[in-house]
């Protein structure tokens, strides 16, 4: 069974930054295509960031209110996917996860995100 645990999160001020990281085990991310989520408050769970499984930075998506200020990438030998977040605001505050672009696997609990003004 495929296991996601996302760690990295924390409370920031603005302005700050944060690398999240998300562990995966069960399955080689070498060959699926990864997305990072985010869940704010009072939204939906949304796909912020994709990772594909070649790892070719050019086909990397960002959703709009993260780009420039995130960046997604992977270290296949661990298994492992990151988010590097830069640039933190208070609307980026959430709980932030990992998955399959199909978000095929379990979720994991996630990482709490706090960022204040």
């Known amino acids: 069974q495929v296991q996601l645990v996302e760690s990295g999160g924390g409370s920031v001020q603005a302005g700050g930054s944060l690398r999240l990281s998300c562990e995966v085990s069960?399955?080689?991310?070498?060959?699926?295509?990864m997305g990072w989520y985010r869940r704010t408050p009072g939204k939906f769970r949304e796909l912020i960031a994709t990772?594909?499984?070649?790892?070719?930075?050019?086909?990397?998506y960002y959703v709009d209110s993260v780009k420039g200020r995130f960046t997604v990438h992977r270290d296949n030998a661990k298994n492992t996917v990151y988010l590097q977040m830069n640039s933190l605001r208070p609307e980026d505050t959430g709980v932030y996860y990992c998955n399959t672009q199909s978000t095929t696997w379990r979720w994991g609990q996630g990482t709490q995100v706090t960022v204040s003004s």
């Open positions: 069960g399955a080689r991310i070498s060959i699926v295509h």
């Open positions: 990772s594909e499984s070649g790892g070719n930075p050019a086909t990397k």
